[in-house]
């Protein structure tokens, strides 16, 4: 059974999601992951969830910002930052990813694998929640997925902006230094720029600047290419 809206779902501080059915919750209690069930009531389950201060887009960025919420709700988001660094190395684990990444290995067989390597790592209910979740709609998949998008909005709680500068060729020292001046004029006051830089030989000249969610194409390919179209529809 599925939850109401996986796209929608919000995580309560001890149960996995807004609607687990029984068989759901049985499950969690046999394979021994420390969830308490507890009655609760619609209204409480229907709260509003607190937006992350930039939204992610697809299926991933849906359920980091259930996670987002739940570890904000209870002022634990620096500490599940840290749990999704765990899980990410987890997932990277070949005998772990063997079987949680394989389609053909049973549901209930990849959460109790997951399951004892969580409760190894002594991960906190709102992170077991989030792979029970995954594993109960068939998107373990997406774990690396939700741990990006996650990372993402912890980013931009911070006040950090990330922007990448690909050139043809590496940036000197002083054409990066102008290069840093001119992207902090695209800052608000309290951000801060976190740079990556990297070179592609193919877009011949210029620069493809992503900040934000500002997307400058600035590369001599892509003028060239422009040009090229210019005056063959002449």
Known sequence: MLL???????????????????QSLK???????????????????????????????????????????????????????????????????P????????????RSLKLKFFGDAMTKANLSPISVNLITVLA??????????VVGAFAKMMSAHRGEVICTVTTAHPLDEANLA??????????????????????DASILGGMIVSIGDKYVDMSTKTKIHKLTKIIRDS
């Not at 005998?95 to 049973?106: E, F, G, Q, R, T």
């Not at 068939?138 to 997925?145: E, I, K």
């Open 4 to 22: 109401a809206s996986e796209y929608t779902c919000f995580f309560c501080d001890q149960l996995s999601c807004a609607e687990v059915d029984l």
């Open 27 to 93: 499950k969690m209690a046999a394979l021994g992951l420390g969830l308490q069930v507890r009655q609760f009531s619609t209204s409480v389950l229907r709260q509003a969830l607190i937006r992350p201060p930039i939204d992610v887009y697809g299926v991933g960025g849906r359920y980091a910002t259930a996670l987002f919420s739940a570890a904000s709700k209870q002022k634990k988001l620096e500490q599940v930052e840290k749990e999704m660094r765990t899980l990410s190395a987890l997932i990277k684990d």
């Open 95 to 106: 005998k772990l990813s063997s079987i949680v990444m394989n389609p053909h290995v049973k």
């Open 136 to 145: 109960d709609n068939g998107r373990l998949t997406l774990t690396a997925d």
């Open 178 to 199: 102008e290069l840093k001046v001119a992207l902090n004029g695209f800052l608000a006051k309290g951000e801060t720029l976190i740079l990556e830089t990297k070179s």
